[in-house]
């Protein structure tokens, strides 16, 4: 079984800058694509990032030129480097790996959620 496990998290200033990582174990051939989703209280859960096994990127508006997401295919792992953190970026951030290939087939898996509070 695949489990992805975030790291990084935790209270930060306006303005200041965090860098959350992700790693992905287990029997694994490839991952097509990989990102970060964030949910803050009361709200559904959304896109924040994401990046393919080619390193194609995708950002919604809200943290395009702020947030860089990347990957280390070798490792199975994911980053987030965020910068410019404002207070609306608090939430919980998820890491999802979408098309996880494995002798089971393709499937896709959710990190257990890492906080991130904006705060003065």
């Known amino acids: 079984q695949v489990q992805l496990v975030e790291s990084g998290g935790g209270l930060v200033q306006p303005g200041g800058s965090l860098r959350l990582s992700c790693a992905a174990s287990?029997?694994?051939?490839?991952?097509?694509?990989m990102g970060w989703y964030r949910q803050a209280p009361g709200k559904q859960r959304e896109l924040v990032a994401t990046v393919t096994s080619r390193s194609s990127t995708n950002y919604p508006d809200s943290v395009k030129g702020r947030f860089t997401i990347s990957r280390d295919n070798a490792k199975n792992t994911v980053y987030l480097q965020m910068n410019s953190l404002k207070p609306e970026d608090t939430a919980v951030y998820y890491c999802?790996?979408?098309?996880?290939?494995?002798?089971?087939?393709?499937?896709?898996?959710w990190g257990q959620g890492t906080q991130v509070t904006v705060s003065s």
């Open positions: 999802n790996a979408h098309g996880v290939a494995t002798y089971r087939g393709l499937d896709d898996y």
């Open positions: 287990g029997n694994i051939f490839s991952i097509a694509t």
